[in-house]
C-alpha cells in the first residue's frame, strides 16, 4: 500500500530554476528510504514538499491519502500534526525542558495533562532520554538533542517521519547511535521514514531501499542499494 | 474543552516567556512606560489649556434688557422664544425682575454713594430698572447672531454682550483646541509606533520560536496567542507607572498650587474624576497597542 505518491512534480523558482524536475516516486507504507544526492540535488526540496514547507509548482503530492499541494496554508497544521519532522539543527525551544519541548506539539494540540504525560514518557523512553526530561537543552549533547527531536517528532505517533540530514551536526559514532534509535521506532511503530542525507557509512551499512537524486531527478533508485551519488557526475 | 485548555496553557506560557525573555520584556515594557508617560503629561497639558478656553467661552453671555412695562405672561412668551433659538442653552436662561436686579445693585454698590442712595430709594416692583435675561450659548462663534435674533423679539429693548472679546477670543480658542487635538493624536501616533516597533524587534528576535511552532503543526492562531496575551500584560505592566504619575502626580500639584495655575483665572481640573479617565485612557492604550502590534508582529512570520 503506497503511503507517499509523488507524479510528475516540478519544483521550478522564480529565477527560472529547477530544484526538482518531473519527479515520480512512490514509497510503500512503513517503508525505510534514504533520499541522498550531491549538495542542491533537490533532496530538501524533495522533503519540504512532503511536509508542505514549499509546494509543487506543477504534478501531485500525496502523503497518505491528502494531496499536499492542495492544502490552504491556514490548514498546513492539521497535516503536520500527523508527521514527525526531525531537523539537522534540532530546532528545540531553548527555555522549554526536553519534556515540555516534546510535550509542546500536544500541548499545544489541547490534549489533556494526563495523556501528553504518558505519551511524552513513551516518546522518550523509545530515544532513550527518560532521565533527562528536567534538563535543558543546552545541556545535552548534539546527539542528544537530536534525540529529543525525534522524541517531539513521535510523540504523536505520526504515520511518517521526515528527516531531513539528521545526523549532519553529529560525529561518526553519534549518526550511527541516531540512526539505530529512527530504525528501531521503523520497526517497533510501523512508522514510514522517509531520511534525508549524504552519509556514505550509515547509507551502506543499513541496507535499506536509496533513492540517489541529481539535478533534481531520480538517477537511482535500488532497495537494499547502497551510497552511489559519489559515482554519478 | 479542548480551546479552554489551549487558552489557559498560553496564558501561563505567556507569563513564564515574560520571565524567560526577561531582557526583550524589560525594553518593551520600558518603551511602553515612557511613551505612556509622555501621553500621560499631553494628555494633561492639552485637557487642562482646554478645559480654561471651554470656561472662557461658558463665561461668554448675552444680557436681554426687557421694557420695564412687561406683564408677567409677556416675559413668559420672551423667555419661549429666546428658548426657541437654537444656538441657546435653554436650561441655562436667567430670569431677574426689577426686585432682584435693584437687590443686584444695591449689592454691587458702595453703601453711602450716590447710586446706593438713590436706588434704596426705589420701590421693589415699580422702579425704573428693566428686568432682564441673562442667556448663555452653546456656541460662541454664533454669539452674535443669536445676540441679534434676541433683540429682535419684541418687548426685548436692548441686548449687551461682549462683542469685541468674543470677536478676538473665538479665533484663538478655535486655535488652541485643534492644536490640542493634534498633539493628542501625534501622541497616540508615536506611542502606537514607538511601541509597536519594540514588539516587532523583540518578535524578531524570537522568530525562530515562531518557525518550531509551525513546523510541529501548531494553528497560526494558537502560535499567535501566546504573543498576543504577552503583548497586552506587557502593555497594561507598561501603564502602570504612568498611571500612578497622573493620580498620585497629578493631585499632588492641584493640592500644592490650589488648583490655580499662574493666575486665579486659569483654573486646573479637578483630579477626580479628571485623572482616572486619564488613566483609562493610558491603559487602553498600553494594551490595545500591546495587544495589536504583537498581532501584526507575529504575522509577518506565519505563512497566512
Given amino acids: ?233 | 474543552m479542548k480551546l479552554i485548555r489551549i487558552f489557559f496553557r498560553n496564558l501561563a506560557n505567556a507569563f513564564k516567556s515574560i520571565f524567560r525573555n526577561i531582557s526583550l520584556s524589560s525594553a518593551s515594557l520600558l518603551c511602553t512606560t515612557i511613551t505612556l508617560f509622555i501621553v500621560a503629561v499631553g494628555v494633561i497639558v492639552t485637557e487642562n489649556i482646554n478645559d480654561f478656553t471651554r470656561n472662557l467661552t461658558k463665561s461668554l453671555s448675552i444680557v436681554a434688557f426687557v421694557d420695564s412695562g412687561s406683564s408677567n405672561e409677556e416675559i413668559e412668551r420672551i423667555k419661549n422664544e429666546i428658548s426657541s433659538i437654537e444656538n441657546v442653552k435653554t436650561d441655562e436662561i436667567i430670569y431677574k425682575d426689577r426686585k432682584t436686579v435693584k437687590e443686584e445693585t444695591l449689592e454691587k454698590a458702595e453703601k453711602g454713594s450716590t447710586i446706593y442712595t438713590i436706588v434704596s430709594t426705589w420701590e421693589d416692583d415699580n422702579n425704573p430698572l428693566q428686568p432682564e435675561f441673562i442667556i448663555y450659548v452653546k456656541d460662541s462663534k454664533k454669539l452674535e447672531k443669536t445676540a441679534d435674533d434676541i433683540s429682535n423679539i419684541d418687548k426685548v429693548k436692548s441686548v449687551k454682550y461682549a462683542k469685541e472679546v468674543n470677536k478676538q477670543m473665538t479665533p484663538v480658542i478655535d486655535i488652541i483646541q485643534k492644536i490640542s487635538i493634534i498633539i493628542i493624536i501625534g501622541l497616540i501616533v508615536v506611542t502606537v509606533f514607538l511601541i509597536g516597533n519594540t514588539i516587532k524587534l523583540t518578535i524578531y528576535a524570537r522568530s525562530e520560536e515562531i518557525e518550531i511552532m509551525r513546523l510541529v503543526g501548531i494553528s497560526n492562531t494558537v502560535i499567535r496567542l501566546p504573543f498576543v496575551i504577552e503583548g497586552t500584560i506587557l502593555g497594561f505592566l507598561g501603564s502602570i507607572i504612568p498611571i500612578a504619575v497622573t493620580i498620585w502626580g497629578y493631585t499632588i500639584c492641584y493640592d500644592k498650587l490650589g488648583g490655580i495655575l499662574f493666575s486665579p483665572i486659569i483654573k486646573m481640573i479637578e483630579p477626580m474624576p479628571f485623572t482616572l479617565y486619564t488613566s483609562l485612557i493610558l491603559l487602553a492604550i498600553g494594551g490595545v497597542v500591546g495587544m495589536a502590534g504583537s498581532y501584526m508582529a507575529v504575522r509577518r512570520y506565519l505563512k497566512v
Avoid: W
Avoid at chain 1, 2 to 17: A, P, Q, R, T
Avoid at chain 1, 82 to 110: C, S
Avoid at chain 1, 190 to 212: A, F, G, L, Q, W
Fill in chain 1, 1 to 233: 500500500m503506497k503511503f507517499i505518491e509523488i507524479k510528475h512534480c516540478y519544483k521550478l523558482y522564480k529565477d527560472g530554476n529547477a530544484a526538482i524536475s518531473d519527479l515520480s516516486l512512490f514509497v510503500d507504507k512503513g517503508e525505510f528510504v534514504f533520499i541522498t544526492g550531491e549538495t542542491a540535488c533537490g533532496k530538501s526540496t524533495l522533503v519540504k514538499m512532503l511536509y508542505r514547507e514549499e509546494k509543487p509548482s506543477k504534478g501531485t503530492v500525496i502523503v497518505g491519502g491528502i494531496n499536499v499541494a492542495k492544502v490552504p496554508n491556514s490548514k498546513v497544521y492539521k497535516l503536520r500534526r500527523k508527521l514527525g519532522i526531525v531537523f539537522q539543527d534540532f530546532k528545540l525551544l531553548p527555555k522549554l525542558t526536553v519534556y515540555e519541548n516534546v510535550a509542546y506539539p500536544l500541548a499545544m494540540a489541547g490534549v489533556s495533562n494526563s495523556t501528553i504525560r504518558k505519551k511524552v514518557r513513551l516518546a522518550l523512553e523509545r530515544v532513550g532520554l527518560k532521565e533527562k526530561e528536567k534538563s535543558f537543552p543546552k545541556k545535552l549533547s548534539g546527539g542528544e538533542q537530536q534525540r529529543v527531536c525525534i522524541a517531539r517528532a513521535i510523540v504523536n505517533e505520526p504515520k511518517l517521519l521526515i528527516c531531513d540530514e539528521p545526523t549532519g551536526n553529529l560525529d561518526p559514532k553519534t549518526s550511527k547511535e541516531i540512526v539505530k534509535v529512527i530504525n528501531k521506532i521503523n520497526k517497533e511503530m510501523k512508522t514510514t521514514v522517509v531520511m534525508v542525507t549524504h552519509d556514505k557509512e550509515i547509507v551502506n551499512s543499513m541496507r535499506k531501499r536509496v533513492i540517489t537524486l541529481s539535478n533534481g531527478v531520480i538517477v537511482d533508485d535500488t532497495q537494499k542499494g547502497s551510497y552511489v551519488a559519489d559515482e554519478i557526475d
